[in-house]
């Protein structure tokens, strides 16, 4: 696999033009100097196999869900009663399977505004009879819809509901194995008390059949500048995990965003989120040149706006990415959860088909 970083503005590059198009660039715009750029080729540079769990909030083409292990179509919730509340839209899953993709079922705590709620969670886990609703309609949508299993997302909890939390997944996993289905559950960094703390790591290990995880929080709307997923910081939370689960369960989680955030940044100001291909035309259009952050393994570049505020964006790009995926191998990791298989990681998917080709369950 090759990845080249522009030296120069003007730089001129052998077979520019589909270079351009496999990462999603403008055909006109002159590239940045430290640009990363994947180079496309015919085939993998290896043939390991892992698992790819891709989420989307779109239906995903039947001809891209060959690149993929599983596919989760983001989301199902559900009411204070424990009725299954269904996403705006529909996945045709036996198409999916035909091509060897094991739908998931997504199911997350979302409240009536849209946001993750702990209180709808916490119902949810104290009463008897919303639980039991919510499994009944759950299995039986995911048998008339053909699912392969259940992506739980569940998020922002409430530290006092960590052993209810534990004792629900227990349940429902052993409720999902007699019918057939597999679990799979999001945990967000071990390192990060407002997220984790209600989560037993060791436990919810040894529950589920899969576990993503979402390493790609340490920056967000309103933390200072950082890069999402620093590279040290990825490898202190797999340091902590691994002890306590069999890495062979976890998928390592990559995003397909990053943030542009106001320089310089004060308590309370919110960075607009931004992806992959949108920050590198960002940068393009700005003239601006995009550094590289050896030890975060991260790229940013900073821009003067409109009304010539200095700004800082930190993204992924191809080097970054490549950088999360070497870390597999070492960690012996199942393989990833891409939280977003559409153009905002189309050049992280390209070196993932480089270096990977997709697990096959069906």
Not at 73 to 87: K, R, W
Not at 123 to 129: G, I, Q
Not at 179 to 195: K, R
Not at 231 to 240: M, S, V, W
Request: aromatic share 12%.
């Amino acid at each position: 696999m090759k990845i080249h970083v522009v030296n120069k503005p003007g730089e001129l590059i052998p077979g520019e033009k589909a270079i351009r198009k496999a990462n999603l660039l403008p055909e006109i715009a002159p590239l940045c100097p430290g640009q990363s750029l994947f180079i496309p080729g015919e085939r993998p540079d290896s043939d390991r196999s892992i698992e790819v769990l891709a989420f989307s909030t779109k239906p995903i083409p039947e001809d891209i869900a060959k690149n993929f292990t599983y596919f989760s179509p983001y989301c199902y919730s559900f009411d204070t009663l424990g009725e299954l509340i269904a996403p705006g839209f529909g996945c045709n899953n036996e198409g999916l399977r035909a091509e060897g993709c094991a739908p998931l079922l997504c199911l997350a705590n979302f409240g009536a505004g849209g946001g993750f709620s702990p209180e709808l969670a916490h119902r949810l886990l104290s009463k008897e009879d919303t639980e039991k609703k919510l499994c009944d309609e759950l299995i039986s949508t995911m048998k008339a819809e053909k699912y392969y299993g259940l992506q739980l997302c569940f998020n922002y909890l409430f530290p006092f509901d960590r052993d209810n939390y534990s004792d629900f997944v227990l349940r429902l996993s052993q409720l999902l194995h007699r019918e057939g289905f597999i679990l799979s559950l999001e945990l967000p960094p071990p390192d990060l008390p407002a997220l984790s703390s209600a989560f037993d790591y060791k436990a919810l290990g040894q529950y589920a059949d899969r576990l993503s995880l979402m390493f790609c929080r340490w920056a967000h709307a309103y933390s200072p500048p950082l890069p999402l997923a620093p590279l040290p910081y990825i490898r202190a939370a797999l340091d902590k995990l691994c002890p306590i689960i069999a890495s062979e369960k976890m998928l390592l989680g990559i995003s397909g965003s990053g943030f542009d955030w106001r320089l310089p940044w004060r308590q309370g100001d919110s960075a607009r989120q931004i992806s992959t291909p949108l920050a590198a035309q960002l940068a393009m259009s700005q003239r601006a040149e995009i550094r590289f952050d050896p030890r975060a393994q991260a790229p940013y570049f900073d821009y003067l706006d409109a009304i010539q505020l200095r700004r800082r964006v930190y993204f992924e790009d191809a080097r970054s990415i490549a950088a999360k995926l070497d870390l597999l191998p070492e960690y012996a990791l199942a393989g990833i959860a891409l939280y977003s298989w559409e153009k905002s990681l189309r050049p992280g998917n390209a070196v993932l088909e480089r270096l990977y080709t997709a697990e096959k369950l069906l």
